[in-house]
């Protein structure tokens, strides 16, 4: 399987928003309502949104195979920590490593963090992904993101081995 991870910038957030949208709507249909999805879409997966986060220090790499985003990461660093806000892949290429190359690609962005963190869904089954890669449950939070919506995650953490 051939792949290339790029860092993704304005000239190709409009395909990132429509990335983001097919791969919510395939795999959060079950665990979130059409309008919630579409409101979280709108408020943190869509071009506006990359660009505001881009200013405000985040960093996208996307998954590309056939000049097309499959999959991709949105991060910063926090401190000492590397704070991983996104990590999505189309239902397609589930299970094949590539989640893992994606998770790995971002942390090698920060070789001074210590340890690398996010937020999970408590009823999403990409949990026990998480925790098979090492994280921890650290805490567990329900966030309110307005119109009525709440997010309710474990907010999880790995320590990085840094040589």
């Known amino acids: 399987m051939k792949y290339s991870i790029i860092t993704i910038n304005d000239d190709r957030f ?9 791969i919510w709507h395939q795999c959060y249909k079950d665990l979130l309502s ?17 660009k505001r986060q881009a ?11 056939d000049d097309e ?10 401190g000492e920590r590397v704070f991983l806000s996104k990590l999505y892949l189309l239902e397609k290429y589930h ?5 893992k190359i994606l998770m790995d690609d971002c942390i090698s962005l ?7 963190y ?12 998480y925790r098979h890669l090492g994280f921890e449950v650290i ?10 919506f709440v997010m309710d995650d474990y907010v999880m953490e790995r320590r990085l081995m840094r040589k």
Do not use: H, W
């Open 110 to 116: 920060y070789p001074e963090c210590s340890s690398v």
């Open 118 to 129: 996010l937020t999970v869904n408590k009823y999403n089954s990409s949990y026990n992904i």
């Open 95 to 99: 299970g094949l490593g590539l989640g």
């Open 139 to 148: 805490d567990s939070v329900v966030t309110d993101i307005g119109e009525g």
């Open 14 to 22: 409009a395909e990132l928003e429509k990335t983001a949208d097919v």
């Open 34 to 50: 059409f309008d919630q999805i579409t409101y979280m879409l709108g408020k943190f997966l869509s071009v506006d949104a990359f």
């Open 69 to 78: 985003i499959v999959g991709f990461t949105g991060s910063r660093k926090q």
């Open 55 to 65: 200013e405000e220090g985040y960093i996208y790499r996307g998954l590309i195979m």
